[in-house]
């Protein structure tokens, strides 16, 4: 019994401290079938939980006994490094599109080409907006993920 009483008192202290008012949490459910919820503590004590859903659904109070996992939300990174980081990935990613199709018309054109031939300037100057356009979405992809999950309970 009195191991009980130890391990129940933290327990609600925690609970209270990990799950601060205005936190954002994404709630799955022991159930399978019933599927995630996001949303906003709008309460949280040792027995249940009350989210206000994204959406502007009405508030939902659930047990924390039928809860099977909580993460809450955490961003990993600032919006400039977010950005920064993706732009980087789609900027590698578009010179070597832009790179393997220049080489592959130049390598074409060396082999079948006999008169004048503008394949490799015209893939060339193709890529440089295809070069931008995957630095960009890079960037927006980055951003976009920016927000991480973290287990906070059990």
């Not at 919820?37 to 249940?48: K, N, Q, R, W, Y």
């Not at 789609?90 to 060396?110: C, I, K, N, P, R």
């Amino acid at each position: 019994m009195l191991a009980a009483d130890a391990i129940g008192a933290p327990m609600a202290a925690q609970q209270r401290d990990v799950l601060p008012v205005g936190a954002r949490v994404r709630v799955a459910p022991h159930a399978p079938h019933a599927g995630r919820l996001v949303g906003t503590v709008l309460h949280a004590d040792s027995a249940t939980i009350t989210l206000a859903r994204d959406g502007g659904a009405s508030p939902v109070t659930l047990d924390l006994a039928d809860v099977g996992r909580i993460d809450q939300r955490y961003l990993a990174r600032s919006r400039g490094k977010a950005f920064e980081r993706g732009a980087g990935v789609g900027a590698v990613v578009g010179l070597g599109l832009g790179f393997v199709a220049t080489g592959a018309t130049a390598w074409y054109e060396s082999r079948k080409c006999t008169d004048i031939c503008l394949g490799t300037a015209v893939v060339g100057i193709a890529s440089i907006p295809v070069f931008v356009g995957t630095t960009i979405g890079g960037g927006l992809i980055g951003l976009a993920r920016r927000e991480r999950w973290r287990r906070v309970w059990p």
